[in-house]
């Protein structure tokens, strides 16, 4: 099953950019799409985008479309997600998870970005 | 885009009940539908892909169903670590989507 571990700053300013890592081990990292997903406290699941790590191919929500970035690393079996123009709206934990034909399965622990002056 | 619309949002129930929650597709999707069990403060877990075929190591008293539009999760015979927050997702075209979610609480 692998592991999925992400981080990355934890508090940022409005206005600012995040960049957070979902280092991958246990598993061929190209073999998996990535997805990310985030949870604004107290609400509920957001699906953000996703990433073929063998072609680089994105998917985004249009939500996102603008504002987000995902990329990766075949050579660290690291994805990464940015997100740039940050609000107090952005404030969530934000999971990374592999998955292949049926959606995200396996999940990072979570990494809790907080924006805030 | 694809919506995905869950009820109820919250459901209080007591162990050994019967309880099932709904997700309706904007428009059809198969049966490209997974569910995902979360508790509170962590991961995200799939018991259920392909709207009916439970993930290893599932309980058999989860159960999915449906098909195009209308899908169910049914939990037969609650036990006390069933309470949790569930969602269902589409991952038949992107962007995904997960439903709003459901909060099952203890009566």
């Known amino acids: 099953q692998g592991q999925l571990v992400e981080s990355g700053a934890d508090v940022k300013k409005p206005g600012a950019s995040v960049k957070i890592s979902c280092k991958v081990t246990?598993?061929?990292?190209?073999?998996?799409?990535i997805h990310w997903v985030r949870q604004a406290p107290g609400l509920g699941l957001e699906w953000m985008g996703r990433?073929?790590?063998?072609?680089?191919?994105?998917n985004y929500a249009e939500k996102f479309q603008g504002r987000v970035t995902m990329t990766r690393d075949t050579s660290i079996s690291t994805a990464y997600m940015a997100l740039s123009g940050l609000t107090s709206d952005d404030t969530a934990v934000y999971y990374c998870?592999?998955?292949?034909?049926?959606?995200?399965?396996?999940w990072g622990q979570g990494l809790l970005v907080t924006v805030s002056s | 885009d694809i919506q995905m619309t869950q009820s109820p949002s919250s459901l209080s129930a007591s162990v050994g009940d019967r309880v099932t929650i709904t997700c309706r597709a904007s428009?059809?999707?198969?049966?490209?539908v997974g569910w995902y069990q979360q508790k509170s403060g962590k991961a995200p877990q799939r018991l259920i892909y392909?709207?009916?075929t439970l993930e290893d190591g599932v309980p058999s008293r989860f159960s999915g169903s449906g098909s195009g539009t209308e899908f169910i999760l049914t939990i037969t015979s609650l036990q006390p670590e069933d309470f949790a927050a569930y969602y269902c997702l589409q991952y038949n075209s992107y962007p995904h989507t997960f439903g709003q979610g459901t909060k099952l609480e203890i009566k």
């Open positions: 246990g598993y061929t990292f190209t073999g998996f799409s």
């Open positions: 998870s592999r998955g292949r034909d049926y959606g995200p399965n396996y």
């Open positions: 990433i073929n790590p063998k072609s680089g191919a994105t």
């Open positions: 428009q059809g999707i198969r049966n490209d």
């Open positions: 392909g709207a009916s």
